[in-house]
């Protein structure tokens, strides 16, 4: 009997031992590529080829069958034709192995045909107890285990650092693109899945085994269409009871919805219909590719903030005007601060200086302001829920030590605190330096006000359900 | 007699002959970075360094007072205390300066006394014909003449190349910051103005001046606070007729409002206002800096659209869906194609491609379906506007020769194409590549609408004009 729910998806992400089914020595076959993951990448477990046409793949034995491997399967990695699948799920089937990952296309997406092929594998698998992911799609990538069944050559997709935000996507492409931004951005990965045409294990399984992974912060999702809308509320409702899920919705426009209907076959819901469930269960939608790696980045890196009064520290009066625009569009609050707090702010620094919400260090400020505010109007304050530090780094006295400052705070609060470094190449490199030190860092103003929103919003979320 | 109107200006962005009033050789003065500044970059003209306490800088014979300079001078930079600054202007006037930066703080910013200060100073200059662009400022960047008055180290402050993309700005941190930023992404610049507290040359002069600049293709603005109406929306207008503005307008909310006026002790307009006033000039209101980059390289690059209807070309169903999403937001077209073209790309592409709008080459796109696309859908189709090129370049069969087919198209058309290369390091690479080929690159899809949103939007003000 094979194990139920939550434990039936464990060999997918830690799997002893391996079968790649389809494993090749032609470097543009899949199952080249797939295989010399697990051989390269220091998978932590033993891994199989099989292959009919090799008795030898990079000095390692290769089965012509997954049932001649004298070991029990944990995992079979499969890229064959679409045509031969079904022979090798009856293989998977019979060698009880306890979960397979289709790479194959050529199935539900090409029309009745390979829907009628998908629907036969799919019955295969499940009379045998085999649990799937697929078919179509580029699989699991999981640096903590180093299982690594994305087919896509280091050089066009470089794989992003171990991390806590779990990604998920039916399409293929996204998620090559969104791994590969990441990792360019330094984002950490706990787990990310391309999971395809969902024959048997679905964005609700996904979401539900995440929800309890001790190394996932924070869940973030591409999604086309959602298929069982009751099931998928209830759910994702529990997952963010425990930690925050950020959805992009694809195809919301008129036109989108008819696009979707020939990308994928999904049909999308309507907008309306989105939203609600979306509030209705606590998820961060979002709109855009850019803003889902923001988010998640805030979310892996700091708490949830428990109100909505934000302070903005700035060196450059002109960010700190937007950075309150942006805090009104987002109806988060700029309180004025405290007269007592601003007394004794104007006692630290210039009379030049703004001591009210934002305040403003102006352009002549050094390190030594920065822990001055942050100490007072932060640490020391109860007046605000989160705070926005724009280091506008150009400025001729402050040195990249700012960053330690930021560090110190960070450790003492347990309220959030983001960045933003605008400007160029040192701006950028001082942004690395400051999300080193566990904050956040964003380009503009707006991008920062739009993570304490996503931070505050779930925070609010949370306290709802408390 | 002064030259008057535009002809003034001039010796701002041209000066034959520049004397540095407050050169030093210390490297922490203003004075000094300024000086070395017109040294070291190679600077088309003569440099005169002016300081009683030296008889020679940087092996250059250094005069104490601009009158003793044996040659006319078309511009002093005056980097001295504001307490000295209407005794350097009072020989600035007797010796017929043409044109003045003031570079020194402790003006009308500071209080009463520096507003008094600044009313004297702006008086000799004015009894002398001294045009003045300051106090309070960073002064003039042009990349051109190398005149460069930006007193921030090019280690915090890159300079940007030479392009046609001008700058303004009151406040200097913003021209530091967007400065910086544009010489890390790579977009020229024609002139950069931080203006200061505007005590004579205001934006509508530099508006006006730039309208006319045959380096200038678009404008681009930050602005707090809009003094004289009336004149800004003509001289805008008539801007507007020849070249694109754009303008982020801070303090748009409430509490930002009240951060404008202690930043700055300007009077932010109402939203309302502003918008309005917008309207009716045909500017391109931005909300962020990195909005103002992105629809600058836009403007730099491509010519406007003349109508709202979008083709977009995609290798990933995901992206494209996203691009329709985005274009219905910005309420821009994204029209069926005819059925004899679909038949025609039916007939050039694998079944399984969308030939309808968006184009969905799919994941095993190569080269040669993108150049078909362009050719058959867009070069030699009537019924779109605009393309959109989106390059999911994870795809292993595309290559980064894709980038001479997106050239090639765009040398022929007449209409603008924007890119979108979503994705890491190669994506970044790829996009470099696609730019240095005249069609702007976005990371992301939403922000190549944005891109077609503006140049539509700026097309069709100039139609009602016509």
């Known amino acids: 009997m094979a194990p139920a729910g939550r434990e039936s998806l464990k ?9 790649i089914i389809g494993a090749s020595n032609k470097p543009d076959k899949v ?58 799920m009856e293989d998977c089937a019979e060698k009880n192995v306890k979960a397979a990952i289709i790479i194959s296309g050529g199935f539900k997406e090409t029309g009745s045909e390979g829907a009628r092929l998908e629907k036969e594998v799919t019955t295969i698998a499940k009379n045998g107890n085999v649990r799937v992911i697929g078919p179509n799609c580029l699989g699991v990538y999981n640096p903590e285990t180093n299982v690594d069944t994305m087919f896509l050559p280091e050089e066009k997709l470089r794989r992003p650092p171990k991390g806590s935000i779990a990604l998920l996507s039916q399409s293929g492409a996204f998620m090559g693109t ?59 409702k529990e997952a963010t009871a425990k930690k925050p899920v950020i959805a992009i919705k694809a195809g919301r426009s008129t036109r989108g919805k008819a696009a979707v209907l020939s990308h994928t076959g999904s049909l999308a819901g309507s907008e309306v219909l989105y939203r609600m469930a979306f509030k209705q269960t606590g998820v961060v939608g979002v709109d855009d590719f850019e ?16 109100g909505d009064r934000v302070l903005i520290i700035t060196d450059g009066g002109g960010a700190g005007v937007m950075a309150v625009d942006a805090c009104e569009h987002y109806s988060l609050t700029v309180p004025e601060l405290d007269a007592k707090l601003q007394v004794e702010l104007k006692q630290r620094f210039p009379p030049y200086c703004s001591t009210n919400n934002p305040i403003d260090l102006t352009g002549d400020v050094d390190n030594q302001r920065y822990r001055i505010a942050l100490e007072k109007a932060f640490l020391d304050y109860e007046g605000v829920d989160s705070v926005i530090v724009i280091l506008l780094v150009q400025a001729p006295s402050l040195t990249v030590g700012v960053v330690d400052i930021v560090r110190d705070i960070n450790r003492k609060s347990t309220r959030p605190i983001v ?11 001082v942004a690395k330096e400051v999300e080193r030190r566990g904050v956040p860092s964003y380009p503009t103003p707006e991008r920062a006000v739009r993570a304490i929103w996503a931070l505050t919003k779930y925070g609010q979320w949370k306290l709802r359900k408390a």
């Open 291 to 306: 803003e889902m790696l923001d988010l998640s980045k805030a979310f892996a890196l700091q708490p949830s903030a428990t």
């Open 11 to 19: 060999p997918f992400f830690e799997p002893k031992v391996v079968a």
């Open 31 to 88: 199952g080249n590529t797939i295989f010399t993951n697990f051989l390269r990448a220091d998978f932590k477990g033993e891994v199989y080829p099989v292959n009919p046409k090799h008795n030898l793949l990079f000095e390692k034995k290769c089965y012509s069958s997954v049932k001649e491997i004298p070991k029990p399967i944990d995992l079979a990695v499969i890229a064959v034709p679409a045509s031969i699948v079904s022979k090798v």
């Open 178 to 236: 969104i791994l590969d931004w990441a990792a360019y951005e330094g984002l950490g990965v706990s787990k990310a899945v391309s999971y395809g045409n969902e024959c048997d294990v679905d964005l609700i399984d996904l979401i539900e085994y995440l929800a309890d992974d001790p190394h996932t912060k924070v869940i973030a999702v591409y999604v086309e269409g959602i298929e069982h809308g009751q099931k998928f509320i209830r759910v994702v």
């Open 419 to 429: 960045a933003c470094c605008m400007g160029g190449e040192y701006s950028a490199k």
